[in-house]
């Protein structure tokens, strides 16, 4: 069974930067797709940034520029870089493991990590 651990968030002033980071256990990492989500008060969980198996990456509009994701497969962690925060950057973010398995889909979670942006 796939176990997520976020660790990283917290509270940063307007224009500061946080490296999120999360650690995968329970399955071989590098063949999953990993990708960070956030969700904010009120709003509905969102894609932000994604990374391939293979290494390439996607990125929402909102963060395209100031977020950066990678992976360390030896470390079986990926990161989110998080640079010129911004108040509505404010929210709850996730990681999330994904790969197609016999033509079944399997997303796993972590609990989250909060990110407060605030002067």
């Known amino acids: 069974q796939v176990q997520l651990v976020e660790s990283g968030g917290g509270l940063v002033q307007p224009g500061g930067s946080l490296r999120l980071s999360c650690a995968h256990s329970g399955s071989i990492f590098s063949i999953y797709a990993m990708g960070w989500y956030r969700q904010a008060p009120g709003k509905q969980r969102e894609l932000l940034a994604a990374?391939?198996?293979?290494?390439?990456?996607d990125y929402a509009d909102s963060v395209k520029g100031r977020f950066t994701i990678s992976r360390d497969n030896a470390k079986n962690t990926v990161y989110l870089q998080m640079n010129s925060l911004k108040p509505e950057d404010t929210a709850v973010y996730y990681c999330?493991?994904?790969?197609?398995?016999?033509?079944?889909?399997?997303?796993?979670w972590g609990q989250g990590t909060q990110v407060t942006v605030s002067s």
């Open positions: 999330n493991a994904h790969r197609v398995r016999g033509g079944v889909v399997l997303d796993y």
């Open positions: 990374i391939t198996s293979g290494g390439g990456t």
